[in-house]
């Protein structure tokens, strides 16, 4: 049964369904007043700077480059499907979806120890696992230049083993080993989170109906972490998708990807309506992706 | 099959150090017999259970299933199925996938299979349901899938975790009959983990009673109840009076209140404190003028609480021995009923007392 309004203590009178209708608006009005501070926070900062930007998406440019809103037109958009912007897309989709693969293939086992282990070592296992996050991602990811450069320990560990120096900085290669790294957490948090609620019965039951391990783990458990699978691959696929840092940091100038793409029409290109289209565009493949892995996640539960 | 279906010798479960929780086990357990293991919570029937299954190994002591060493075999590799407490219950599959699922593993053909699931799921009254998921069950009819789930593979043993547990009185009731029923027709060994001890009375051929890890009494249902071996079987298995005695050396026994009584036949010794175990059912009152039948005992109380149960009325009497004794009298059309205050003679027969030690 739901707890009764909250009403005015005062009213001692019998209820009427009057009374008990002004109740039960009062507590609707009371729930919309909570809800306001993050409601107008969301609409001044994410609501309107978006349709500012998707108002830009239509927008030209005058002889000087500067934007003009006026002549609205999807010149923009056409420019989308120019062969440029499809390889840049295509990059970015396989290094977002190979980073999501790397995340989930690492994680799922490391999630898999957390969640069966004593709760106190599980919650030292959680926090080394949130560490990363106290120092500034920018640093960490200057870091990883000093590591994959070709005077870092990985080129010196081969020219000791009689090998070639070698540079991963500036490669694609670079890119990916930096996101999975960045990512990671957002993988391994929520599928704890799920392999934690699982019931280990379940399992026990498996392998109580002649299921091996292996088995037991590809019919009870992966299914049952499945809204884990889907929360942490969407949590890590979004972000590679659009990263810029690191990208940024670690790629080669001849392996843009869609954030640094996005970033370079804004500042150096100075073409605002590009940019707009680009940051759309990416944001409906994002949505694609997230209804596919909700289907995806809701078909197997 | 000529050996018994479960035999544990010598079987010690330890968890780290200290926490004994089965400790040496001997226990035989015959084919096509439902055996109870019964005790209180925390008793070890539940780790001796799971040993059998195969979730937990025994840290001591050899398991064999009609004379197969179990040693470390994995539950999958072993004839037994289990049902669980909670069911548990595959929540992503539908009824009839939950019950297909150990013929799957097993590579019984497809056809075999949907025939297999088909006729258990008509035996438990479910083929109706067989596309529906366990969520949308009610308890009674989760139970069912999971007995079907295990029986489907035709194990050599089934194990059953308090499967009664988690519902309701009727339907418990009901689920007992069922329950004996089914075994007496697929002839399977049941062994049957309850902290009820109505629900092993009731169903078993043959009970094990548990305490603190140990294997106190094995034997029917009868002989558990009328001749506990122990005060902890005579007080865990229904209601009992347990009162204090000393022999007095003639065959007989003496009260804290004085008061001489007779023993069964062949009680011996003399000025030794012991237990005298009497269920309450075996007790009856009698007016004070009221003729008591030849050589039964009878003790001068007073009645000082008497609690109404519908089909029977339970008294308690004091007898000036410091506990209460209780009595329990059918409710039969015409009965005397006595009132609190009222003085009378309790009377039992010598033969209807255990004398039970520790």
């Not at chain 2, 012991?274 to 009698?286: F, G, K, V």
């Amino acid at each position: 049964m739901a707890a009764p309004p909250v009403t005015d203590p005062e009213v001692t009178a019998p209820v009427t369904p009057e009374l008990e209708h002004a109740a039960g608006k009062a507590e609707a009005r009371r729930g919309f007043l909570i809800a306001l501070p993050s409601f107008i926070y969301l609409v001044l900062l994410f609501v309107i700077p978006l349709g500012l930007v998707f108002v830009y998406s239509f927008a030209t440019r005058d002889a000087t480059g500067q934007t003009v809103l006026e002549d609205w037109n999807l010149e923009s958009y056409k420019r989308l499907f120019s062969t440029e912007v499809l390889e840049i897309f295509l990059r970015s989709l396989v290094l977002a979806a190979l980073t999501t693969g790397i995340c989930l293939i690492v994680c799922y086992p490391f999630a898999f120890y957390i969640a069966t282990r004593t709760p106190r070592v599980r919650n030292i296992l959680l926090i080394l696992v949130m560490i990363p996050f106290w120092s500034n991602f920018l640093v960490r990811t200057y870091a990883w230049r000093v590591l994959l450069g070709s005077e870092g320990p990985l080129s010196q560990l081969s020219v000791l083993l009689g090998g070639e120096p070698f540079r991963l900085l500036f490669t694609n290669v670079a890119v990916l080993i930096g996101l999975v790294y960045g990512f990671m957490p957002f993988m391994v948090l929520p599928l704890y989170a799920a392999l934690e609620r699982m019931d280990w019965r379940l399992v026990e039951a498996a392998r109580d109906l002649y299921a091996d391990g292996w088995t037991a783990f590809r019919k009870v458990t992966l299914p049952l972490s499945m809204p884990g699978v889907v929360a942490g691959s969407i949590l890590v696929f979004i972000p590679s998708l659009g990263a810029y840092v690191t990208p940024a940091l670690l790629g080669g100038a001849r392996t843009v990807l869609m954030g640094d793409y996005i970033v370079s029409q804004f500042l150096a290109a100075r073409n605002w309506p590009f940019g707009s289209a680009l940051s759309f565009a990416v944001m409906f493949v994002m949505l694609l992706a997230t209804i596919f892995y909700f289907r995806a996640g809701a078909k197997t539960l | 099959m000529a050996n018994p279906a479960v035999e544990l010798a010598g079987v010690t479960k330890r968890f780290g150090d200290e926490v004994v929780a089965v400790n040496e086990l001997d226990l035989t357990i015959e084919d096509g017999e439902f055996f109870s293991l019964l005790g209180p919570s925390g008793c070890g029937k539940t780790t001796t259970l799971r040993m059998i299954a195969g979730f937990e190994f025994p840290t001591e002591g050899s398991i064999r299933i009609h004379g197969k060493e179990m040693g470390l075999k994995p539950p999958n590799q072993r004839p037994v199925n289990t049902v669980f407490q909670s069911y548990a219950l595959f929540p992503h599959m539908s009824v009839a996938e939950n019950v297909a699922f150990g013929l799957n593993m097993t590579k019984v053909e497809k056809s075999e299979v949907q025939r297999r699931v088909s006729r258990v799921l008509d035996q438990v009254q479910l083929s109706k349901r067989a596309d529906a998921r366990p969520s949308q069950l009610s308890g009674g009819m989760q139970q069912r899938v999971a007995l079907a789930r295990a029986l489907v593979n035709e194990p050599e043993v089934l194990l059953l975790d308090e499967p009664l547990g988690a519902l309701d009185l009727k339907l418990r009731q009901a689920m007992q009959v069922e329950l004996k029923d089914l075994q007496g027709r697929v002839g399977i060994t049941f062994i049957y983990v309850t902290h009820d001890q109505e629900e092993a009375l009731t169903m078993s051929d043959r009970i094990g009673v548990m305490n603190e890890g140990s294997l106190l009494q094995v034997g029917r249902s009868e002989e558990i109840y009328e001749h506990p071996a122990s005060r902890f079987v005579a007080d865990f298995i229904g209601d009992i009076n347990l009162i204090d005695v000393t022999l007095n050396g003639s065959g007989g026994a003496r009260l804290s209140s004085g008061a001489e009584i007779a023993l069964p036949g062949g009680t011996t010794g003399s000025e030794t404190q012991i237990t005298l175990a009497l269920r309450p059912e075996r007790l009856a009152l009698y007016d004070l003028d009221e003729e008591i039948p030849a050589g039964y005992n009878r003790v001068r109380v007073k009645v000082s609480r008497r609690l109404y149960y519908g089909d029977v009325h339970f008294y308690d009497v004091d007898a000036g021995i410091g506990t209460e004794i209780e009595v329990k009298e059918e409710n039969r059309p015409g009965v005397e009923l006595y009132e609190v205050g009222e003085e009378a003679y309790l009377a039992w027969s010598p033969e209807a007392a255990n004398l039970v030690t520790s």
